[in-house]
């Protein structure tokens, strides 16, 4: 299994730049999520899917959108590139939501370094 | 949902044994307590999770007391490789969205 794979691992924007950060898992998870990390700091979410079709807002959710068509992708829009949007993006992926066994590990990806100019 | 305070930097020497505490003292019935780990440029890495009393695995011990208003991260006898960031969080097992919330986290520096 590969896990969690984002692409691209650097990318360089201008502002009001549009793009979308790839990011796939292959472990068959349901619950999958988009954080960022500015430098020095925890991670805040972005926006989160608990399935197929199935989207909802985080902590900071403005200017990115996302959509999960399928189980194994959820990839993250930038509608119209900021500098304040200059931070490290990772995806997470974690296992069934449904019953009491099992706790909610995430697994999470390589990131994604966004600088916007 | 549980909000959690835990120190933001610790240093330690290699062999030494590191304790992180984290506290939550509004944790709720149905909360866990999940630590993670980022080595820089890297994403977080789970380590243990626990409901309560002691729970050990190959990487880390967690301790959690009676009254889980806190737990203890245990790292035995750390390597240069342990330096890292060291996060706690506190929600239900099979949470999701905003009830799994990474705070500041410990930045733990492992010395020569």
């Known amino acids: 299994n590969a896990g969690v794979t984002q692409t691209p691992k650097f990318q360089v924007l201008k502002t009001g730049q549009s793009m979308t950060l790839q990011c796939a898992q292959d472990m068959n998870h349901e619950y999958m999520s988009w954080y960022r990390q500015d430098p020095g700091m925890g991670l805040r979410l972005i926006h989160y899917?608990?399935?197929?079709?199935?989207?909802d807002q985080g902590e900071v959710p403005n200017g990115y959108n996302v959509s999960r068509s399928t189980t194994e992708d959820f990839p993250l829009r930038l509608l119209s590139a900021a500098p304040s949007q200059t931070s490290v993006y990772f995806c997470a992926s974690s296992a069934t939501l449904r019953g009491t066994s099992g706790g909610n590990e995430q697994f999470f990806g390589p990131g994604t370094r966004l600088t916007v100019l | 949902l549980a909000k959690t305070t835990q120190p933001i930097s610790m240093d330690s020497y290699e062999g030494q044994e590191v304790n992180i505490t984290c506290s939550h003292n509004?944790?709720?019935?149905?909360?866990?307590i999940t630590w993670y780990q980022q080595f820089p440029s890297q994403g977080p890495r789970f380590i243990i999770q626990g409901y309560k009393t002691k729970v050990t695995n190959e990487v880390a011990s967690l301790f959690i007391p009676a009254d889980r208003k806190s737990s203890t991260l245990s790292l035995p006898r750390v390597s240069l490789s342990d330096t890292a960031v060291y996060y706690c969080?506190?929600?239900?097992?099979?949470?999701?969205?905003?009830?799994?919330?990474f705070g500041g986290g410990t930045r733990v520096l492992v010395k020569p």
């Open positions: 899917s608990v399935g197929a079709g199935i989207t």
């Open positions: 509004n944790i709720a019935t149905n909360d866990y």
């Open positions: 969080l506190v929600g239900p097992i099979k949470a999701a969205g905003n009830k799994l919330t």
